[in-house]
């Protein structure tokens, strides 16, 4: 021990589930090349978001998800009760990330799938697995908060009703489908293949632009925009994934299709900070929590 560390306050579940939420979304912004979307090297199809916006937001949202774990493990149950607790500590979190952005929604799918994830970790302590946790957060996420606004005109809302897809509640109540049967396995797959954690990453992505509805890109681009992400998605890992010279041209050309509808996957970038973590996650609680 030193003075340092003598002085360190003792870290908490909440703390330490906040810690990983965070970090998904900065380590989701910063990864680059993404098509669309804003990363390192700009803002993709966004006139109204970039990196510093969506780093101060992730950092803002920080006491939302300390808040939303505390009180799944205070209450220690899925039930209504705790499932109109998250959902008030979300819609609070949405004020905020609006206060300090602006007005710009850089986090609103974010929040809803992490809060869900967080607060599913705090749960149970011991069945930290993906599935697990993706599992509590589904059953969570089916029970009706009764606060909740009718959000009928959202932009999700509109193109689901529009297209008949399943958006962003769905993909919750179903046990993130998206993450557990595509992300994380492709993360796997590109890992043990060795191309490079950034590039995993992408593959992990791409992934789950294969097939998700992304209401953000129906809402823009429609229906063609949707199947031109889709398929460009495929084409990438189809040719060898990101760290392939063929899958790079394949990614450029996706790019370049994103940006030319004015399309920007942000549903799939908010999927993939669940992904991440959740990979986190399964890891297990670090020594300090280890007595819990
Ligand atoms: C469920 C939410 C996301 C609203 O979704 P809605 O269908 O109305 O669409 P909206 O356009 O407002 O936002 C959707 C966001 O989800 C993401 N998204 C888009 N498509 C998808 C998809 N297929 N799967 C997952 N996420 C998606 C995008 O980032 C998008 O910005 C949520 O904001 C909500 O209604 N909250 C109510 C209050 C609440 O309970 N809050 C928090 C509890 S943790
Ligand atoms: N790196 C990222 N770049 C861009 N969007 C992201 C990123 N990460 C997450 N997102 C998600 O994308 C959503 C922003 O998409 P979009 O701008 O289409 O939403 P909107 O404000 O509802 O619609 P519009 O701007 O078309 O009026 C945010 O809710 C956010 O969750």
Known sequence: MNALTAIQPQLSLGDWLADLAVDALIDEADLSPKPGLVDRRGSGAHTDLHLGLMHASALALWPSFKAMAEAAQQRGEIDLHLREEVGRIGREGEVEMLRVTGGVNTHRGAIWALGLLSAAAALDVSALAPAQVALRAARLALLDDRAAPVTGDSHGAQVCRLYGVHGAREEAQLGFPAVIQQALPQLARSRVAGVGEQNARLDALLAIMTQLADTCVLYRAGMAGLVSMQSGARAVLAAGGCASLDGRRRLRD???????????????????????????????????????
């Open 254 to 292: 996706l790019e370049r299709d994103m940006l030319r509808l004015r399309a920007s996957p942000g549903g799939a970038a908010d999927l993939l900070a669940a992904t991440l973590f959740l990979d986190r996650l399964q890891h297990g609680l670090p020594a300090q929590l280890g007595s819990l």
